[in-house]
């Protein structure tokens, strides 16, 4: 072997004494005794993991998994400094510093009932309670076996949404898990969270024994309940624990769970069932499927539970990929219906106060049929929601040039958007009144307020998807900051006249001394 392929190399991982001979060439004699698999934890070798036995399945612990393991330690020349193999495994957190840095990283990269021994350096060797006191160790072999590990998931990521796994599920993480929109049986006993762990419903008391069926993604149990039935395999019982916001605060409350009250469920996933696949279906039969998804979320809508509404119309669109029209009646028939997922997706952003993306759904549409006034209307209302009235106004005007029958709710809009007009003025007269009066040189002070509090107000009007228009006051939803290319920035949206002045002075923006 060359100098520049062995001990010589630049960067060699192994040292060589000074005195070792680099230059020459080498002649090495090897004898393969065994071999074993073996994987590099860390990056600069300081922990590597030699497998003595496979263990089961693919999923490895990590933070904050429960973990129990029969661990011992050596040093590198043999001497036993730590053995936990009898009585008891040891059980410790995952992500809580009870055993070795080291260490810890290699158990996460093991399986179900794996053996191994990780190898780790003295820079990986943390003080814990697995060994209290590090020594001058240059390397400990750790011997483990995996004995068993508990699912522990942080839905949101505070510590907040626990949900941990009691018992185990038939089948293969996520894979066999309902993540999509499915028909679910579950047994359920709901707790409150004080000394008494207080019970306030028992599926198999409360409900003559049968379980709960509901389906997910329609917002028929709280948002932190179905979060995690998500994430469970068929079989599997799983204690949530779930904070006011994710659980009854915004959902139908019992009347024995109090306001604010932090909640423990017991869930126990019987089975589900997958919503039809649509491959094979004819093209009435997708149609019918599409109607039905639909008509569910026009009742989310009307609900006001926008995001949920949005995800089905979602679905649907996502499917329509793969759908293609054989006839002209059947092209117009999809047409018509993807231009109308793609409008309710549009009222549902503005509700959500995301004006742009409002925006960005109304031209799916006019890219596919221009004289769509409804689009128009939809679009203009988004524009007049994030103060771009002259995009509005030019929507508005369209509308009666492409459908006649369109002008009634074309003219209204227009007057209620002279009116939202006058009324920004009004108040950026106001904010500013004295503004222009000062002399060259002098400061102007000038306290402008928050436009989420000058909201304007319009007609309480329903949620109805199947209006020709959706003829109510969308602006108070959105968000004020909605800019970029839709807004002309705070000050030209408070006084719009501004803009007119500024042009005519050739400055485009101002800085007031």
């Known amino acids: 072997m060359m100098p520049q392929m062995h001990y010589g190399e630049e960067d060699c991982p192994v040292p060589a004494p000074s005195s070792f001979p680099k230059e020459y060439d080498l002649h090495f004699e090897i004898e393969l005794i065994d071999f074993s698999k073996a994987k590099v934890v860390s990056d600069d070798l300081g922990v590597l993991k030699k497998v003595i036995d496979e263990g089961q399945g693919w999923e490895s612990p990590r933070e904050p998994y429960e973990v129990k393991a029969w661990i011992s330690a050596k040093t590198g020349d043999g001497k036993v400094i730590m053995s936990h193999t009898e009585g008891e495994p040891y059980f410790f957190t995952f992500g809580k510093c009870e055993v070795p840095k080291g260490l810890e990283m290699g158990i996460g990269t093991m399986t179900r009932k794996e053996k191994a021994v990780v190898y780790v350096t003295n820079q990986y060797l943390t003080p814990s309670p697995l060994l209290p006191m590090i020594e001058d160790y240059e390397e400990v072999h750790f011997e483990v076996e995996l004995v068993h590990f508990i699912q522990v998931r942080d839905m949101l990521g505070d510590g907040r949404l626990i949900k941990r796994r009691l018992h185990d599920g038939k089948g293969d993480f996520p894979m066999d898990c309902p993540l999509h929109d499915s028909l679910l049986q579950v047994h359920y006993k709901g707790m409150l969270l004080n000394e008494e762990k207080t019970v306030f419903y028992d599926t198999r008391v409360d409900n003559q024994g049968e379980p709960l069926e509901f389906s997910s993604g329609e ?47 017991e869930i126990e996933l019987l089975g589900f069932e997958m919503p039809k696949d649509w491959t094979g279906l004819n093209f009435q039969e997708i149609m019918d499927e ?29 499917e329509f990929n793969h759908v293609n029209p054989q006839t002209d009646e059947e092209g117009k028939v999809f047409l018509d219906t993807r231009n109308s997922l793609h409008l309710n997706v549009a009222a549902c952003f503005l509700k959500m106060g995301e004006c742009r993306k409002s925006i960005d759904a109304c031209n799916k549409v006019l890219d596919a049929t221009p004289v769509h006034a409804k689009a128009l209307y939809r679009r203009g209302m988004a524009y007049m929601a994030a103060g771009d009235f002259e995009e509005a106004r030019f929507d508005f005007q369209m509308m009666i040039k492409v459908d006649k029958s369109s002008e009634p709710d074309a003219t209204a809009a227009l007057a209620k958007l002279k009116k939202q007009e006058q009324e920004v003025e009004r108040k950026a007269r106001k904010q500013f009144k004295g503004l222009f009066d000062k002399k060259p040189g002098e400061i102007a002070e000038v306290q402008v307020e928050d436009r989420a509090g000058g909201e304007i107000t319009g007609e309480n009007q329903k949620n109805d998807l199947s209006a020709p228009f959706l003829e109510r006051d969308d602006s108070q939803h959105c968000n004020e900051a909605d800019g970029g290319q839709y807004g002309m920035g705070w000050f030209y949206s408070l006084w719009p006249s501004g803009r007119r002045i500024f042009s005519a002075l050739g400055i485009d923006k101002c800085t007031i001394l």
């Open 219 to 265: 917002g028929m149990v709280p948002e932190g309940f179905e979060m995690c039935v998500r994430l469970m395999l068929p079989g599997e019982i799983a204690l949530v624990t779930c904070p006011p916001d994710y659980a009854y605060d915004k959902f139908s409350r019992l009347p024995s769970v109090p306001e604010g009250a932090h909640v423990q469920w």
């Open 290 to 318: 599409a109607e039905k998804i639909r008509v569910t979320g026009n009742r989310l809508f009307k609900e006001g539970k926008f995001e949920l509404a949005k995800a089905k119309y979602e679905k649907v669109l996502r």
